[in-house]
């Protein structure tokens, strides 16, 4: 699996940001930060300045005064975000302890990498997803079956 972001990841980040409009995005593993996109932007794509963003990582990364301009909030642990009612997950880098923190997100959709995908079959993937790909990597955006496409 792979564990390093990339430019691409973040393509895939905005473009999934476009097609969505989501009203918040939690960045699981705090990938925004890790490419240093603390002015929330890429080229001359930028996050809507009505989306909330939110980040999930380990205590240290809530130590850095960086990245409290770049989040509107920044957690340690997926519970402490449950009643946030946050539309988009990003989960761009694989680690087994952000894998357990992605699947117990409570997000609508979910994008990350395909290869991540056989990891989330227990999250309740709804039978419709969408696949898309950024040169040759492959991504998918997961909607919970318990959430209607709507809401």
Same mark, same amino acid.
């Given at each position: 699996? @792979?564990?390093?972001? !990339?430019?691409?990841?973040?393509?895939?980040?905005?473009?999934?940001?476009?097609?969505?409009? $989501?009203?918040?995005?939690?960045?699981?593993?705090?990938?925004? &930060?890790?490419?240093?996109? !603390?002015?929330?932007?890429?080229?001359?794509?930028?996050? $809507?300045?009505?989306? @909330?963003?939110?980040?999930?990582?380990?205590?240290?990364?809530?130590?850095?005064?960086?990245?409290? !301009?770049?989040?509107?909030?920044?957690?340690?642990? $997926?519970?402490?975000?449950?009643?946030?009612?946050?539309?988009?997950? &990003?989960?761009?880098?694989? !680690?087994?302890?952000?894998?357990?923190? &992605?699947?117990?997100?409570?997000?609508?959709?979910?994008?990350?990498?395909?290869?991540?995908?056989?990891?989330?079959?227990?999250?309740?993937?709804?039978?419709?997803?969408?696949?898309?790909?950024?040169?040759?990597?492959?991504? &998918?955006?997961?909607?919970?079956?318990?959430?209607?496409?709507?809401?």
């Amino acid at each position: 699996m @792979k564990n390093k972001v !990339t430019l691409n990841d973040m393509i895939a980040l905005f473009d999934a940001i476009d097609n969505i409009r $989501p009203d918040s995005v939690l960045d699981i593993g705090m990938s925004m &930060a890790k490419m240093n996109l !603390t002015a929330r932007q890429l080229g001359n794509r930028s996050l $809507p300045s009505q989306t @909330k963003l939110f980040g999930l990582g380990d205590d240290d990364d809530c130590t850095f005064p960086i990245y409290q !301009t770049m989040y509107d909030a920044i957690y340690s642990d $997926p519970s402490e975000v449950s009643d946030k009612n946050i539309m988009l997950g &990003a989960f761009l880098s694989y !680690t087994e302890d952000y894998s357990d923190k &992605a699947k117990a997100s409570d997000v609508r959709y979910m994008l990350l990498p395909f290869s991540f995908v056989s990891d989330f079959e227990d999250w309740g993937v709804a039978e419709s997803s969408g696949v898309f790909f950024i040169e040759d990597d492959k991504y &998918a955006i997961l909607r919970r079956r318990d959430v209607s496409p709507e809401t």
